[in-house]
């Protein structure tokens, strides 16, 4: 997993650390700079592919500006340079230090150092065997050659390196180092597919757009495609994302038709209260909140979706409860699908979800210094006094003890 990110130098950030969990809730007043921290990371991602150019940005979730204006404005300090510059580190202290050069113009001619920048905590030498224990897996796994030629010189720098020869080593020796690898340890494999994910109910309703990312767009286009991929290739998947929308009342289940024609699109949608005959609705008939959860749940469900990701305002059109409800089912979801996740929302309920005694879930509240810099702090779980009950996390953000509200009100 990414553990840490430093961010220097973009839109409304100036300097910016974060220790990141599991699972990372921002709160903060509008125009904190919640979405900033979320771009940057996205701009960072982009720039390991090389692709820098607006029609990519925007399919990330980056809202597109000038170049010139996506550098941090304010006046020169010690901090301010030429470059915005985003760090990662991971979870076994691998840094990647990305520096991207904007110019004023406005057609986008960047420079990116991409992975040029990376530097390893550790020496090539120790890490060399783990190395080869993932790329055997990919192999096994049928990974085309040319993803494992870009893996080397990403990461490695061995462009030559005989690929053929692990082809007959031995899996059993391996399976520790396996297991490092589907817990998330090597989390710069999966970096540059970082995506900002924010739905919207036009595109879940009407299941006809197809995204430039596959599987799943940012705003929810190529769900249907994929969930009826699941349910014909991978129908244990589609399964426990049955199970887990059944935090909703009235959802008994939903398939996809078998008697669907080539252009339709269509999900058979089971609410246990209609009466025989009339208990299926479709995705059109669906109220609003139930699409939203869907996308979530295929979203962290699938092996096919990223592994770090973010979902921009999670609480769009969900009741409070349900919220506090979500949270905890994600977290859930987090765990057993190997999932890193930052989650930005304005709903106190949704705090009602987070266990904060968890390491793996953190509350961050998002804010402006006094100089109009973005910053964050960690709202770590207090014990109560006197043996009285903790004030809830919601009643603690309304009453403005965490902060995160606006100030002139």
């Not at 990414?2 to 130098?9: T, Y």
């Not at 699941?230 to 008994?252: C, G, H, Q, V």
């Not at 770090?308 to 977290?331: G, H, Q, R, T, Y």
């Not at 793996?360 to 402006?368: A, G, K, P």
């Amino acid at each position: 997993m990414i553990k840490q990110i430093k961010i220097e130098n973009y839109k409304s950030i100036l300097s910016l650390d974060l220790d990141l969990g599991r699972v990372n809730v921002f709160i903060g007043e509008n125009g904190s700079g919640k979405t900033n921290i979320l771009e940057a990371m996205a701009l960072g991602s982009a720039a390991v592919t090389d692709r820098l150019d607006n029609e990519f940005l925007g399919s990330r979730g980056i809202r597109i500006t000038s170049p010139s204006l996506m550098k941090s404005g304010f006046a020169k300090t010690q901090f301010t340079s030429d470059f915005i510059r985003i760090v990662f580190l991971n979870s076994i202290n691998e840094e990647a230090d990305i520096e991207i050069v904007t110019t004023d113009s406005e057609n986008l001619r960047w420079r990116s150092t991409g992975w040029k920048g990376v530097s390893y905590k550790i020496k090539k030498d120790e890490i060399l065997p783990e190395y080869e224990s993932i790329l055997e897996q990919l192999v096994q796994l049928g990974v085309k050659t040319k993803i494992i030629d870009d893996f080397l010189v990403l990461y490695m720098g061995l462009p030559d390196y005989p690929v053929v020869n692990l082809l007959n080593k031995n899996s059993e020796a391996n399976r520790e180092l396996l297991e490092k690898l589907q817990k998330g340890q090597w989390a710069f494999f999966y970096l540059d597919k970082f995506l900002i994910y924010c739905p919207e109910n036009t595109y879940l309703r009407r299941f006809e757009e197809e995204g430039q990312i596959r599987p799943l767009g940012i705003r929810g286009e190529g769900l249907f495609s994929h969930l009826a991929d699941l349910s014909r290739k991978d129908p244990e998947t589609f399964k426990k994302i049955n199970e887990a929308l059944r935090l909703i009342d009235w959802f008994e289940g939903f398939e996809i038709p078998k008697d669907l024609m080539f252009t339709e699109r269509r999900i058979q949608i089971k609410d246990r209260y209609l009466e025989e005959g009339i208990q299926y609705i479709d995705q059109r008939s669906s109220n609003e909140g139930f699409l939203y959860l869907l996308f979530y749940v295929t979203l962290f469900v699938s092996p096919y979706t990223p592994k770090f990701f973010a979902i921009d305002n999670v609480d769009n059109a969900l009741n409070p409860k349900l919220c506090s409800k979500l949270v905890e089912v994600l977290v859930k979801l987090a765990k057993e699908h190997d999932k890193q996740v930052i989650l930005t929302a304005h709903n106190p309920g949704l705090l009602d979800g987070i266990n904060l005694h968890d390491d793996e879930q953190r509350l961050f509240v998002i804010s402006r210094n006094k100089l109009g810099h973005t910053k964050a702090l960690r709202i770590e779980q207090k014990p109560s006094t006197n043996g009285h009950e903790p004030v809830r996390l919601s009643e603690q953000f309304l009453r403005g003890y965490i902060g995160g509200l606006p100030k002139n009100f």
